[in-house]
């Protein structure tokens, strides 16, 4: 019933900008954490940032100063404003939630999104 879906993705030259967007739906009270990861070619897949129902952030430092996260409590929708891009930066990324609260109670594991690319061109 719970799905997320990411939308944004896309080929941008180094130093350009993109801005990802996840919205989860499915009769969905409440979401305790959402976030971005993202995985590139022949590496773990890593996080990239997050945010809690509250508002508290966290960034991996490789993306520290040039990604921002927020979110939109009330749509449950999570965004991922994306600056400065670098080709590092290029991977699929994942859109993630945890603590989803719908009328069945609180899931005790992860939703995730389908992925959408990066390509950061150099």
């Known amino acids: 019933q719970v799905q997320l879906v990411e939308s944004g993705g896309g080929l941008v030259q180094a130093g350009g900008s993109l801005r990802l967007s996840c919205a989860a739906s499915?009769?969905?009270?409440?979401?305790?954490?959402m976030g971005w990861y993202r995985q590139a070619p022949g590496k773990q897949r890593e996080l990239v940032a997050t945010?809690?129902?509250?508002?508290?952030?966290h960034y991996a430092d490789s993306v520290k100063g040039r990604f921002t996260i927020s979110r939109d409590n009330a749509k449950n929708t999570v965004f991922l404003q994306m600056n400065s891009l670098k080709p590092e930066d290029t991977a699929d990324y994942f859109c993630?939630?945890?603590?989803?609260?719908?009328?069945?109670?609180?899931?005790?594991?992860?939703?995730w999104g389908q992925g959408t690319q990066v390509t950061v061109s150099s």
């Open positions: 499915g009769s969905i009270f409440s979401i305790n954490a």
């Open positions: 945010v809690t129902r509250g508002g508290s952030t």
């Open positions: 993630n939630a945890k603590g989803v609260v719908t009328s069945r109670g609180v899931y005790g594991y992860d939703f």
